[in-house]
Nanobody
Framework: VQLQASGGGLVQAGGSLRLSCVAS????????AGWYRQAPGKQRELVAS???????NYADSVKARFTISRDDAKNTVYLQMNSLKPEDTAVYYC????????????????WGQGTEVTVSS
């Protein structure tokens, strides 16, 4: 099982990006997941998360600008980022907190590779 993050890039302040995190392999679904980011010289921080029931949680710095969502049919979690600011510049990582496998099995805490987001002023 792998998580593949994509969608990063260079955008001007005020612009938008949508990050995608696709689970591949023998996966039945991504039950719970989170998006994290790490800026140069800073610790990795949680940006947004979604539970198996669809509840979402956001860091104060991104509330009302970012939206996390999930497409169960595509085994994909998204992060829609609007009104981007230079301080959003970071490498963004997806984390599969709980991934559903066949036969009632689960994987926990699976990390994807990062995708870089750069916001210019």
């Amino acid at each position: 099982v792998q998580l593949q993050a994509s969608g990063g890039g260079l955008v001007q302040a005020g612009g938008s990006l949508r990050l995608s995190c696709v689970a591949s392999g023998r996966v039945r679904g991504i039950d719970a997941a989170g998006w994290y980011r790490q800026a140069p010289g800073k610790q990795r921080e949680l940006v947004a998360s979604i539970t198996s029931g669809g509840s979402t949680n956001y860091a104060d710095s991104v509330k009302a600008r970012f939206t996390i969502s999930r497409d169960d049919a595509k085994n994909t979690v998204y992060l829609q980022m609007n009104s981007l600011k230079p301080e959003d510049t970071a490498v963004y990582y997806c984390n599969g907190a709980r991934i559903r496998l066949p036969f009632g099995n689960y994987l926990h805490d699976v990390w994807g590779q990062g995708t870089e987001v750069t916001v210019s002023s």
